[in-house]
């Protein structure tokens, strides 16, 4: 349980920071509480633990502290709210494609300010029309007005963008294609290999049987038309879209089968992790993806090494991980939901089951009782587990 009190320990941290703006420097200086403490009380079990996640709640505020932006005279928010300006930058992820327009993530590396060029950095969310041709890897100059997100009191935009490191939005721009294919060949293979096989899918299914099946084994929703993902959410099934632990069981378990044939299973983990990792790329990498990764990969190396793979450490080990790369994380609402809905599966899925076949029990035969909930399991139990947290 050590890891689980860590885990919560420094996320508490970076929830701190967010109200007590310290320095880091303060942060830091902190650090040698816990550490000497550590050192006069090692021999103490429960203090040595007290101690540890002191140290791991201050490190959590320090990361949090690091990790916040500071705008100078170099960075691309600078020039936010200060009218139109030409722009120079690289498409670093594959565009959004919506019902009037593109959405264009660009790392911008120079911008013309009173008539000549200067370097900046920063990324920017760029509106342009929906018919532009815009791939991964391009290099564009863009025309337009770099702005603040918006925010209000029911949705903050600006949070939400500043999460995946853009703090610059630029609507109405003019889009001009510069260069193709300047980005890595390994993102642009992938991001091909998507693309086949979305081609695939809709040319073998109709709609929306294909937008369904590319959004569940894909991660591209874009296609699934509004009547039907609005009857998922009001069902509460949105989730069967949604990439998450099932499909990462799924990839685990083909690609340990077709591997340990082919290399022997020492080789196999290697490269389930390895495949783990390259589909969570493949579909986005969102935030319950890439926990559910995780905790699948920790589940491979546990069977490799023979020992009991326990979910609560491994979903501690999750959020640490992805917190510690990025601590506005923690802010992510799918990321609150996937680890919410998946500590509830690991915390009330078995005793659910087992009070709802005592409770069978009474009224029905016990063999019966149990086929009962077994038939409940997914559909019911499941479900209700997951809804509790």
């Not at 509480?33 to 505020?61: E, M, N, Q, S, V």
């Not at 979305?198 to 991660?219: H, K």
């Not at 991980?321 to 690991?346: E, V």
């Amino acid at each position: 349980m050590l890891l689980v009190y860590l885990a919560a320990a420094w996320s508490a941290g970076i929830a701190a920071a967010t109200f007590l703006p310290f320095a880091p420097l303060l942060w830091g200086g902190w650090l040698l509480l816990p550490l000497g403490l550590l050192l006069i009380w090692r021999r103490d079990p429960l203090l040595r633990r007290a101690h540890l996640c002191l140290l791991f709640f201050l490190l959590g505020a320090l990361r949090y502290t690091i990790a916040l932006p500071h705008f100078d005279d170099h960075a691309l928010a600078s020039l936010n709210d200060r009218g139109a300006v030409s722009m120079f930058g690289d498409v670093i992820d594959p565009p959004e494609v919506r019902d009037t327009a593109v959405y264009i993530r660009v790392a911008v590396t120079r911008v013309k300010v009173d008539q000549s060029w200067r370097d900046v950095s920063g990324v920017a969310f760029v509106q342009a029309p929906r018919e532009m041709d815009v791939r991964y890897g391009d290099q564009l100059q863009i025309f337009g007005a770099p702005t603040t997100p918006p925010e209000d009191a029911d949705f903050s935009y600006k949070d939400y963008l500043a999460r995946q490191g853009i703090h610059s939005l630029v609507r109405y721009s003019r889009v001009t294609v510069l260069a193709r294919d300047q980005g890595s060949p390994f993102f642009a293979a992938l991001y091909a290999f998507r693309d086949r096989a979305l081609a695939a899918i809709y040319a073998i299914l109709p709609d929306p049987s294909a937008s369904l099946l590319a959004g569940i084994l894909l991660g591209v929703d874009a296609g699934i038309p509004r009547d039907v993902s609005d009857a998922f959410s009001a069902t509460n099934t949105a989730h069967i879209i949604a990439i998450s632990g099932f499909n990462i069981a799924i990839v685990a378990g083909i690609l340990s089968k077709l591997t340990q044939r082919v290399v022997g299973a020492r080789r196999a983990t290697l490269i389930v992790i390895a495949g783990l990792a390259i589909y969570t790329l493949l579909v986005g990498a969102g935030a319950s993806v890439v926990r559910a990764a995780i905790m699948g990969s920790l589940s491979v190396l546990a069977l490799h090494y023979h020992r009991q793979n326990d979910a609560l450490n491994a979903l501690a080990v999750s959020a640490l991980l992805m917190t510690a790369w990025n601590p506005f994380t923690l802010f992510d609402l799918g990321f609150q939901l996937s680890f919410l809905a998946t500590l509830g599966l690991i915390l009330y899925v078995t005793p659910l089951s087992n009070r709802f076949e005592s409770g069978l029990a009474r009224i029905v035969p016990g063999e019966r009782a149990k086929q009962i909930v077994g038939a409940l399991n997914d559909s019911f139990i499941v479900t209700l587990a997951a809804q509790i947290t």
